[in-house]
Each structure stands twice: as structure tokens, then as C-alpha cells.
């Protein structure tokens, strides 16, 4: 259960998942915000999901929530 995951900021605002390590994040996973400046603990884990839309985008639902998408 070692490893990263890092997010930064994309144009868009929202936050982008950058999996160092290829492994689940799960209750006290180490994480890094902002490339680095902000280390930090997961002390929740959310049911979350991205759904691929038929025109090529995709939206990331998180607890039944739209939180995010790109459109193609």
C-alpha cells in the first residue's frame, strides 16, 4: 500500500489525479497537492467513478454527484 498519488490544477480549475504508484488510495494513503506543497493524509474514501460519454467525453461522479467532465 505504498506509493503517491499527486494532483495538481488544471486549466479548467478542477483537480487531476497523477497515480505515481499503481494502488487504490484507501484510508491513510500519503497524497501530495499542488506538484509537491502540500503533503497530506486521506482520512476518507468516497465512492468515485469517471463514466466515458458516447461523444468521446467523460464526467467524474463522486457520491452521486457530478464533480467534474471534459467535453471532446
Known amino acids: ?6 494532483f495538481r490544477r488544471k486549466a479548467q ?3 487531476q489525479a497523477e497515480r ?3 494502488h487504490t488510495l484507501s484510508l491513510g494513503s500519503q497524497v501530495q497537492i499542488g506538484a509537491g506543497r502540500l ?7 468516497i ?3 469517471r463514466v466515458q460519454l458516447p461523444d468521446g467525453g467523460w464526467l467524474v461522479l463522486e457520491a452521486g454527484q457530478i464533480r467534474g467532465g471534459v467535453r471532446p
Open 1 to 6: 500500500m505504498g506509493g503517491t498519488t499527486r
Open 13 to 15: 480549475g478542477s483537480l
Open 20 to 22: 505515481l504508484a499503481d
Open 39 to 45: 503533503n497530506a493524509t486521506v482520512v476518507e474514501v
Open 47 to 49: 465512492p468515485t467513478c
